[in-house]
C-alpha cells in the first residue's frame, strides 16, 4: 500500500523550525527533509518530494530498491530515510532530471550506519560524484569527493565515524571545491568537478561487493557558495534541530 507523509506547509513540530525557515529562500535549488513529503510503500520510501520551488521529487519504483523510512531514529528523535544495501543490491532515490550548472552548495544530515566497499550519498555520472570511501569495514574513512582529473580528500578532524551524526558542507564550482564536516575548517582543492548530470541517493550504484548503510534527515542545496552571515544561519537552522556541534 503507498501513504504519504506530508506536513502541511510551513509546519514543524513545537520548537523546531519550519521547512521554510531555510535561509536565502530565492536561492535553494534542491530540499529534502525526512518529516515531510515522504511517500511510503508499506515502511519503504518509494517517493521523497523536493521542497524547494525546483519539484526535483526523488523516485524509486522498484520495490527492492527502496530505502526504509524511520520516524523517530535521526537526532533529537527526528525522522530519517535509510539507504541499506546488500550484495548485488542498491538502496536508491533518484532524480534523472536534475540538471543545474556550478556553483552549487550542498548541506546534508546523515549517518553511517555500516561500511560496504563503497556508498554514495548523491552523485552526477560514473565520473562526477560525491561519495563515503569505504573500502572494506573500516573503523573510519575519509569522505572523498572524485572526479576527473582529481579528487578532494577531507582528512583530519573531518575523518568520519560509523554511528555519528554529522552535518557535510560540500560546495564545487568549475574551479575550486571545498567540503567540512560539522563547521570544521573546510579542506578544498582546484579540481574542476563539472555540472551534475542526475541526482542520486544510494548505497552503490556499481560493483557486487557489500553496499554500505547510511541514514539521511536532511538534504539542502544552493546555487552559490554559502560563507559568513550566511553560513551561520544555515548552520543555525540545521543546529536548532539536531545538535550537531
Known amino acids: 500500500y503507498m501513504s504519504l507523509i506530508k506536513q502541511p506547509f510551513g509546519f514543524a513540530a513545537a520548537g523546531r523550525p519550519a521547512v521554510t525557515d531555510a535561509p536565502d529562500q530565492s ?3 534542491l530540499h529534502y527533509r525526512a518529516d515531510t513529503g515522504i511517500t511510503l510503500n508499506g515502511s519503504d520510501v518509494s517517493a521523497w518530494a523536493d521542497q524547494s520551488t525546483g519539484g526535483f521529487d526523488l523516485t ?5 530498491r527502496q530505502p526504509a523510512f524511520n520516524a523517530s531514529s535521526g537526532p533529537n528523535g527526528t525522522e530519517v530515510v ?3 544495501g546488500v550484495t548485488g543490491g542498491d538502496g536508491d532515490l533518484q532524480n534523472t532530471a536534475w540538471s543545474h550548472a556550478n556553483p552549487v552548495h550542498y548541506f546534508l ?3 553511517i550506519n555500516a561500511w560496504g566497499d563503497s556508498e554514495m550519498l548523491f552523485t552526477g555520472t560514473a565520473s562526477h560524484s560525491v561519495y563515503m570511501q569505504g573500502p572494506g569495514t573500516p573503523s573510519n574513512t575519509v569522505l572523498t569527493m572524485t572526479a576527473t582529473p582529481g579528487a578532494l580528500i577531507l582528512d ?9 551524526w554529522y552535518l557535510g ?4 564550482s568549475d574551479s575550486y571545491n571545498s567540503g567540512s564536516l560539522n563547521n570544521a575548517t573546510p579542506d578544498s582543492n582546484t579540481d574542476d568537478f563539472g ?3 542526475k541526482l542520486a541517493m544510494a548505497c552503490n550504484t556499481a560493483g557486487t561487493g557489500a553496499k554500505g548503510d547510511f541514514d539521511i534527515a536532511e538534504f539542502l ?3 552559490e557558495q554559502k560563507t559568513g552571515g550566511d553560513l551561520t544561519a544555515i548552520n543555525k537552522y540545521f543546529n536548532d534541530q539536531y545538535d550537531l556541534f
Open 27 to 29: 536561492e535553494i535549488l
Open 60 to 64: 524509486q519504483g522498484t520495490a527492492g
Open 82 to 84: 535509510d539507504f541499506a
Open 109 to 111: 544530515v546523515f549517518k
Open 156 to 164: 583530519g578532524v573531518n575523518y568520519m565515524n560509523a554511528g555519528t
Open 169 to 172: 558542507s560540500f560546495y564545487y
Open 195 to 197: 555540472p551534475a548530470a
Open 221 to 223: 542545496a544552493y546555487d
